[in-house]
């Protein structure tokens, strides 16, 4: 079984490590790619400020880097282009990078657009999103819950990009308060109106370790009452490690793959590469612990 880690960070935006030394660490760990995938540049229409983006003014550096690796490895590793896009409402999609020279597209939702107040990142410190929820959303939780899965449906909707990232990312602030319960009949609907919308997509979604391997949940993204509506739906997934350093590049890859094995998946997807601006996806039997 070919795997891969296409989900992955580098020192060009939060991550630890250099894209080199991700590359050799990919090959000693047994991946047969690995893609890149740092943050995109923050649009200054957006007027947020960050330190964990890719500054816009290294974007062509970041490129041609891993241009040169892609020959460097050449018959040893895939070395593919991407970058995570941040979807922000009414102010920055995926689509708003269709022009860069990447090999595929992570499209997220960190940022949400409150009804008063700043845009805030719901996966940033407890502090950052209790002032979110609190000055943004007057406290109310599902509120702040149900703009996030607003956002979400918006960006697939918008389109320009092909995987989408950890579509339940609002849960890693949930944790240690439990500002809702993801058991609750309204947030069951909303995980059954985001299968149903994904189903018959070109969209694949990832299952995201990057939560369990860095403690912040104590589960994959998407959780299993999550996977499981889109197992129904027939939407293909595959595995990533949302890495921020060489030694996470298959972090808990096991959890993934069992659990999908349980879930009664057979094979996930594994990225080909792009011809005529179309990503191209191959099958890959789960043959994990065989």
């Known amino acids: 079984m070919r795997l891969s880690s296409l989900h992955t960070h580098s020192d060009f935006c939060d991550g630890q490590d250099s894209l080199e030394q991700l590359c050799s660490a990919a090959s000693t760990q047994g991946l047969s790619a690995i893609g890149f995938s740092s943050h995109a540049p923050l649009l200054r229409k957006t007027g947020l400020q960050s330190d ?7 974007l062509d550096d970041y490129l041609q880097t891993i241009d040169r690796l892609r ?10 282009a991407g970058l995570e896009i941040d979807y922000i409402k009414g102010l920055m999609g995926p689509a708003d990078f269709c022009g860069a020279a990447l090999d595929y597209r992570i499209g997220s939702v960190h940022y949400l657009v409150p009804p008063q107040g700043n845009p805030f990142a719901v996966d ?11 000055e943004g959303f007057s406290g109310d939780c599902k509120a702040l819950v149900n703009a ?9 909707h918008a389109g320009g990009f092909d995987i989408v990232g950890h579509v339940d990312l609002i849960k890693k602030n949930n944790r240690r308060h439990q500002y809702f319960s993801p058991d609750s009949a309204w947030y069951g609907e909303r995980m059954e109106r985001f299968a149903a919308l994904l189903a018959g997509s070109s969209f694949i979604v990832e299952v995201n370790t990057g939560g369990l391997s ?17 197992q129904h739906a027939g939407v293909p997934v595959m595995v990533t490690a949302d ?22 998946w057979t094979s996930t997807v594994f990225f080909e590469g792009r011809k005529n601006g179309k990503a191209l996806w191959g099958k890959e039997d789960i043959s994990w612990g065989n």
Do not use: N
């Open 52 to 58: 964990w983006h890719i500054p816009e003014d290294k």
């Open 71 to 80: 020959s460097q490895w050449a018959g040893k590793l895939q070395v593919f």
């Open 124 to 134: 940033g410190s407890p502090s950052d999103f209790e002032r979110g929820l609190y």
């Open 148 to 156: 996030y899965w607003d956002s979400l449906e918006d960006m697939i």
């Open 214 to 230: 860095r403690g912040r949940t104590d589960e994959l993204y998407p959780s299993v009452p999550l996977l499981r509506l889109l």
């Open 243 to 264: 890495a921020h350093c060489a030694g996470q590049l298959t972090s808990f890859y096991d959890e993934a793959y069992r659990t999908l094995l349980a879930l009664g």
